[in-house]
């Protein structure tokens, strides 16, 4: 997109987001509430992950399936398709998921 294309600058503070409109030289900038201001979906519901599980010097994948959506950093469901069970993982990539290992903490 070009620069003189651009009518609005946006600038998201706190949950709102400032519009500085630039036809209408708007002075103070007029503020606006946004409801749900999100982070981009890397992992889909339905999509197969890769999860990952990282020990010291070792790492392990299986392949998993996300029960839910997720963004980088986020908790999600997933099914193991070998062993059929759900555990919860963190995003930390498109189709990817860390776990860890049963009583431990997820590690990236």
Same mark, same amino acid.
């Given at each position: ?11 998201? *503070?706190? #949950?709102?987001? !400032? ?6 030289? @708007?002075?103070?900038? &007029? ?30 994948? *299986?392949? #998993?399936?996300? !029960? ?6 986020? @908790?999600?469901?997933? &099914? ?29």
């Amino acid at each position: 997109m070009k620069a003189e294309e651009l009518a609005h600058r946006r600038q998201h *503070a706190a #949950g709102r987001v !400032l519009v500085y409109d630039q036809a209408a030289a @708007v002075d103070p900038p &007029v503020e606006a509430p946004v409801p749900h201001l999100q982070q981009p979906q890397v992992v889909t519901k339905g999509s197969l992950v890769t999860m990952v599980l990282q020990q010291k010097s070792m790492t392990l994948t *299986a392949q #998993g399936k996300a !029960l839910e959506a997720g963004s980088d950093g986020q @908790v999600i469901r997933v &099914v193991n398709t070998m062993s059929n069970r759900t555990v919860e993982a963190v995003v930390i990539g498109p189709n990817q998921v860390s776990v860890s290992k049963p009583g431990g903490t997820v590690l990236n």
